[in-house]
């Protein structure tokens, strides 16, 4: 089990450009979130999924998009890179359970400049 | 809305003492679970231990044990016999688990410096 994989592990940005952080797990977790962190703070929540084909808001939403075709994959889009979504993104995985942690991926750094 | 509130930004411990990471939290579902994980420098984050509100006892795990005070809705998370290997940060999180697996909630992290 590679568990949960994120690509790239790092990205430099101009702002204005676009792109999309892969994010794909082989445990078979229905569900899988996408967080952001930022220096010196805690992960806040951009967008998660309970499902293929579902997905919802977090607390910071704006400037991202996301899709879950598969149960495996959940790609996270940024549109128009602006400095502000200089941050480290994690993508994370669980199973339905009370006791059930959600499983991270290594990251990726993005830096907009 | 849940919210965790973790008050200490950094803090330093001698190798082999035990040290105490506080964590308060509020949410207004009768269910919920507490987590504390850890980043160390490389960046990946490490699941600790999980504590549930209608858990009797407080969890432990090898050496992190957590003080769960339900009525005073704190989950400090102890760390006994300091290792040089424990310095990282330390994120307090919940999730409110009346249904389903609702995203975690985050604080924003204590940093431990465990000196020789």
């Known amino acids: 089990n590679a568990g949960v994989t994120q690509t790239p592990k790092f990205r430099i940005l101009k702002i204005g450009q676009s792109m999309t952080l892969q994010c794909t797990q082989d445990m078979n977790h229905n569900y899988m979130y996408w967080y952001r962190q930022d220096p010196g703070m805690g992960l806040k929540l951009i967008y998660y999924?309970?499902?293929?084909?579902?997905?919802d808001k977090g607390e910071v939403p704006n400037g991202y998009n996301v899709s879950r075709s598969t149960t495996e994959d959940f790609p996270l889009r940024l549109e128009l890179a602006a400095p502000s979504q200089t941050s480290v993104y994690f993508c994370a995985s669980s199973i339905l359970g009370s006791r059930e942690t959600q499983y991270f991926g290594p990251g990726t750094r993005l830096l907009v400049l | 809305a849940q919210k965790i509130t973790q008050t200490q930004p950094g803090m330093f411990v001698q190798e082999k003492e035990a040290v105490t990471l506080d964590c308060t939290y509020d949410t207004s579902d009768p269910s919920y679970g507490l987590f504390w994980y850890k980043q160390p420098s490389s960046g990946e984050m490490i699941f600790l231990i999980y504590q549930g509100s209608y858990d009797q006892q407080n969890a432990t795990e090898g050496r992190y044990s957590l003080n769960f005070q339900k009525a005073r809705k704190s989950a400090n998370l102890v760390i006994s016999a300091s290792q040089l290997g424990d310095s990282a940060m330390y994120f307090c999180a919940m999730r409110e688990e009346y249904s389903g697996n609702t995203p975690l909630v985050f604080g924003k992290g204590t940093r431990l410096s465990v000196i020789a």
């Open positions: 999924s309970v499902g293929a084909g579902i997905t």
